[in-house]
């Protein structure tokens, strides 16, 4: 399996099954990381965490309080996620096993940052 980042025409192809999505609320200011799974033509979302709650962001109904963060498991799938950029907080942080790297846009893309399945 592999995971595709596409900035605007760029398309970068990570060699990844599965990938930890980590990012700061631009209102609340709080930690969330969501663990992502690439299953063929889908993104499965199989693990939630929050350090907070607010702002549209309440842990899930099966939340449990583990080591400070809020954690769930919402079993969602989707065909790409489209990570939009802000001002405000730190890039979004894709993040393996081994390593994390920044993902955003160009500071005036007007096209959010999509991960999908490659194909």
């Known amino acids: 399996m592999a995971l595709c980042v596409v900035v ?4 970068t192809r990570l060699a990844l099954a599965t990938f930890t999505l980590a990012w700061t609320h631009s209102v609340e200011r709080t930690a969330w990381e969501e663990e ?3 299953d063929h033509d889908r993104l499965v979302l199989t693990v939630a965490r ?3 709650s607010g702002a549209g962001m309440e842990p899930g ?3 449990v309080a583990e080591d400070g963060w809020w954690r769930w498991q919402p079993n969602r799938s989707l065909p790409s996620l489209r990570l939009a950029r802000s001002d405000t907080v730190p890039d ?3 993040c393996s096993d081994t390593a994390c790297l920044a993902v955003s846009g160009p500071a005036d893309a007007t096209e959010p ?3 999908r399945p490659c194909a």
């Open 8 to 11: 605007g025409e760029v398309v």
């Open 36 to 38: 992502w799974r690439v």
């Open 50 to 52: 929050v350090k907070g």
């Open 61 to 63: 109904p099966d939340a």
């Open 92 to 94: 979004w942080r894709l």
């Open 113 to 115: 940052v999509e991960l």
